[in-house]
C-alpha cells in the first residue's frame, strides 16, 4: 500500500489460489482501505496483485468478469504515474515501511564493519546458485562494490 498509515502485508497467497482466498483478501484490503498494492513473489502472488487491483472497487462475484475486457474502468485508484515515478514512490514506500518498523537499512546497522566487506565478497561470489540466474556477471569487486554501497 502506497500512502496507508497501516501497510498490510499478504503472504499467504499459495500457487494457483481458489477464488475464494482472493475474495477474503478483497475484503481484508478494502476494510483497511488501501490506495494501493505493492507486489513481490512470484507468479501466483503477482498475478493475484493484478486481480486485487483491478477489482478493488467490483462489488459483485468477481467469477463473473473471468472473459476478456470485462473489469475496464475497474480498477484500485492510483494516480498516472511513469514506470520511473512509480518505482521511485515503491522503493520510497518500502523505506518509511522499513523506519516505521525499525527495520535495519544499512550494513552498519547490523554491526557489520567495514573491514568485513571483502570476506562478505568472497562468501557471496561463492553462491552459485544466486549467481547463475543473475542477469549481470557480477565479479567480487562488483559485489564487494554493492556491499561498500550498502554500508
Given at each position: 500500500?502506497?500512502?496507508?498509515?497501516?501497510?498490510?502485508?499478504?503472504?499467504?497467497?499459495?500457487?494457483?489460489?481458489?477464488?475464494?482466498?482472493?475474495?477474503?483478501?478483497?475484503?481484508?484490503?478494502?476494510?483497511?482501505?488501501?490506495?494501493?498494492?505493492?507486489?513481490?513473489?512470484?507468479?501466483?502472488?503477482?498475478?493475484?496483485?493484478?486481480?486485487?487491483?483491478?477489482?478493488?472497487?467490483?462489488?459483485g462475484?468477481?467469477?463473473?468478469l473471468?472473459?476478456?475486457?470485462?473489469v475496464?474502468?475497474?480498477?484500485?485508484p492510483?494516480?498516472?504515474?511513469?514506470?520511473?515515478?512509480?518505482?521511485?514512490?515503491?522503493v520510497?514506500?518500502?523505506?518509511?515501511?522499513?523506519?516505521?518498523?525499525?527495520?535495519?537499512?544499512?550494513?552498519?546497522?547490523?554491526?557489520?564493519?567495514?573491514?568485513?566487506?571483502?570476506?562478505?565478497?568472497?562468501?557471496?561470489?561463492?553462491?552459485?546458485?544466486?549467481?547463475?540466474?543473475?542477469?549481470?556477471?557480477?565479479?567480487?569487486?562488483?559485489?564487494?562494490?554493492?556491499?561498500?554501497?550498502?554500508?
Amino acid at each position: 500500500m502506497l500512502n496507508c498509515e497501516c501497510p498490510i502485508v499478504i503472504d499467504d497467497i499459495p500457487p494457483e489460489p481458489e477464488i475464494g482466498i482472493i475474495e477474503q483478501r478483497l475484503a481484508q484490503l478494502k476494510q483497511h482501505k488501501v490506495d494501493g498494492i505493492i507486489a513481490v513473489g512470484g507468479g501466483s502472488a503477482i498475478d493475484s496483485a493484478k486481480v486485487l487491483a483491478a477489482t478493488f472497487d467490483y462489488s459483485g462475484n468477481i467469477a463473473d468478469l473471468f472473459g476478456e475486457n470485462l473489469v475496464a474502468g475497474r480498477t484500485l485508484p492510483l494516480a498516472n504515474k511513469t514506470s520511473l515515478d512509480m518505482a521511485n514512490q515503491v522503493v520510497d514506500a518500502i523505506e518509511a515501511l522499513c523506519r516505521n518498523v525499525e527495520i535495519p537499512a544499512t550494513l552498519r546497522d547490523f554491526d557489520i564493519s567495514e573491514d568485513a566487506i571483502p570476506l562478505l565478497a568472497e562468501e557471496a561470489s561463492k553462491v552459485t546458485r544466486l549467481l547463475r540466474n543473475n542477469p549481470r556477471k557480477l565479479s567480487k569487486q562488483d559485489i564487494a562494490q554493492i556491499y561498500k554501497e550498502a554500508f
